[in-house]
Protein backbone atom coordinates (compact mmCIF):
# COMPACT_ATOMS: atom_id res chain seq x y z
CA UNK A 1 0.00 0.00 0.00
CA UNK A 2 1.08 3.47 -0.84
CA UNK A 3 1.86 5.86 1.95
CA UNK A 4 0.69 9.02 2.67
CA UNK A 5 1.58 12.05 3.99
CA UNK A 6 -0.54 15.13 5.21
CA UNK A 7 0.36 18.03 3.71
CA UNK A 8 0.67 20.94 5.40
CA UNK A 9 0.21 24.51 4.01
CA UNK A 10 3.78 26.04 4.26
CA UNK A 11 2.85 29.80 5.54
CA UNK A 12 3.46 32.65 3.52
CA UNK A 13 5.23 35.41 4.79
CA UNK A 14 3.10 38.56 5.64
CA UNK A 15 2.62 41.62 3.26
CA UNK A 16 3.12 44.37 5.02
CA UNK A 17 0.64 47.22 3.59
CA UNK A 18 2.16 50.07 5.47
CA UNK A 19 5.31 49.77 3.67
CA UNK A 20 6.07 52.24 1.12
CA UNK A 21 8.76 49.72 -0.96
CA UNK A 22 5.91 47.08 -1.22
CA UNK A 23 3.88 49.78 -2.83
CA UNK A 24 6.15 51.32 -4.99
CA UNK A 25 7.07 48.03 -5.91
CA UNK A 26 3.41 47.16 -7.07
CA UNK A 27 3.34 50.69 -8.63
CA UNK A 28 6.36 50.34 -10.46
CA UNK A 29 5.11 46.55 -11.75
CA UNK A 30 1.93 47.68 -12.81
CA UNK A 31 3.53 50.53 -14.99
CA UNK A 32 6.75 48.80 -16.90
CA UNK A 33 4.18 47.58 -19.28
CA UNK A 34 2.45 50.86 -19.51
CA UNK A 35 5.71 52.62 -19.94
CA UNK A 36 7.38 49.76 -22.50
CA UNK A 37 4.93 50.73 -24.68
CA UNK A 38 4.70 54.35 -24.29
CA UNK A 39 9.18 54.78 -25.49
CA UNK A 40 8.12 52.15 -28.16
CA UNK A 41 5.27 54.46 -29.47
CA UNK A 42 8.08 57.10 -30.44
CA UNK A 43 10.23 54.50 -31.98
CA UNK A 44 11.49 51.12 -32.64
CA UNK A 45 13.84 50.40 -30.08
CA UNK A 46 16.44 47.48 -28.85
CA UNK A 47 15.76 46.22 -25.29
CA UNK A 48 18.40 47.97 -23.45
CA UNK A 49 17.33 50.80 -25.71
CA UNK A 50 14.12 50.53 -23.96
CA UNK A 51 14.95 49.81 -20.66
CA UNK A 52 17.41 52.92 -20.72
CA UNK A 53 14.29 55.05 -22.48
CA UNK A 54 11.89 54.41 -19.58
CA UNK A 55 13.80 54.76 -17.36
CA UNK A 56 14.40 58.77 -18.89
CA UNK A 57 10.90 59.03 -19.32
CA UNK A 58 9.95 58.41 -15.95
CA UNK A 59 12.99 60.66 -13.99
CA UNK A 60 13.93 57.41 -12.85
CA UNK A 61 11.17 56.45 -10.97
CA UNK A 62 10.75 53.14 -13.05
CA UNK A 63 13.93 51.46 -14.28
CA UNK A 64 12.87 48.02 -15.45
CA UNK A 65 15.78 45.40 -15.94
CA UNK A 66 16.71 43.25 -18.50
CA UNK A 67 14.43 40.81 -16.46
CA UNK A 68 11.44 42.76 -16.70
CA UNK A 69 11.87 44.21 -20.04
CA UNK A 70 12.59 40.59 -22.24
CA UNK A 71 9.42 38.62 -20.92
CA UNK A 72 7.39 41.58 -21.50
CA UNK A 73 8.59 42.09 -25.16
CA UNK A 74 7.66 38.43 -25.41
CA UNK A 75 4.24 38.92 -24.16
CA UNK A 76 3.83 41.85 -26.71
CA UNK A 77 5.41 39.87 -29.40
CA UNK A 78 3.28 36.97 -29.15
CA UNK A 79 0.12 39.35 -28.72
CA UNK A 80 0.60 40.97 -32.14
CA UNK A 81 1.49 44.53 -29.98
CA UNK A 82 5.52 44.49 -31.54
CA UNK A 83 6.84 42.88 -33.86
CA UNK A 84 10.68 42.17 -33.75
CA UNK A 85 13.28 42.23 -36.63
CA UNK A 86 16.83 40.46 -35.90
CA UNK A 87 19.99 41.80 -36.83
CA UNK A 88 23.77 41.06 -36.16
CA UNK A 89 25.42 44.89 -35.20
CA UNK A 90 29.03 44.29 -34.41
CA UNK A 91 29.31 40.67 -34.83
CA UNK A 92 26.40 40.53 -31.83
CA UNK A 93 22.88 39.67 -32.70
CA UNK A 94 20.51 42.23 -32.28
CA UNK A 95 16.32 42.06 -31.67
CA UNK A 96 14.70 45.91 -32.76
CA UNK A 97 11.11 45.97 -31.56
CA UNK A 98 8.58 48.19 -33.32
CA UNK A 99 4.42 49.08 -32.32
CA UNK A 100 2.03 47.62 -34.24
CA UNK A 101 -0.85 48.97 -34.53
CA UNK A 102 -2.03 46.99 -32.00
CA UNK A 103 0.51 48.06 -29.86
CA UNK A 104 -0.48 51.88 -30.25
CA UNK A 105 -3.83 51.28 -29.36
CA UNK A 106 -3.05 49.23 -26.74
CA UNK A 107 -0.99 52.16 -25.42
CA UNK A 108 -4.21 55.05 -26.09
CA UNK A 109 -6.39 52.36 -24.04
CA UNK A 110 -3.65 52.59 -21.58
CA UNK A 111 -2.81 56.30 -21.68
CA UNK A 112 -7.15 56.81 -20.67
CA UNK A 113 -6.93 54.22 -18.06
CA UNK A 114 -4.39 55.74 -16.09
CA UNK A 115 -5.72 59.51 -17.05
CA UNK A 116 -8.77 58.26 -14.79
CA UNK A 117 -7.06 56.37 -12.35
CA UNK A 118 -4.54 59.39 -12.07
CA UNK A 119 -7.72 61.74 -11.53
CA UNK A 120 -9.19 59.54 -8.56
CA UNK A 121 -5.62 59.19 -6.86
CA UNK A 122 -5.45 63.23 -6.87
CA UNK A 123 -8.85 63.34 -5.85
CA UNK A 124 -7.67 61.13 -2.70
CA UNK A 125 -4.09 62.58 -2.43
CA UNK A 126 -6.20 65.82 -1.59
CA UNK A 127 -7.96 63.81 0.56
CA UNK A 128 -5.00 62.78 2.20
CA UNK A 129 -3.13 66.25 2.47
CA UNK A 130 -6.55 68.05 3.92
CA UNK A 131 -6.04 65.56 6.83
CA UNK A 132 -1.90 66.17 7.16
CA UNK A 133 -0.56 62.70 4.50
CA UNK A 134 2.72 62.94 3.08
CA UNK A 135 3.45 63.84 -0.88
CA UNK A 136 6.75 62.41 -3.24
CA UNK A 137 7.73 59.80 -5.58
CA UNK A 138 6.88 56.38 -5.42
CA UNK A 139 10.21 55.68 -4.85
Wanted: proline share 4%; with cysteine.
Amino acid sequence: MAEFRKLTAVPRPSVDYTSRAYWAGTIKMSLSKFFILRVLHDRPMHGYDIARAVELTTNGCCSPTEGTIYPVLREFEEGGYVTVESSVVSGRPRKTYTLTEKGREAFRVGVEAWLEVTQVLTETGQVVERKGGGGGCCG
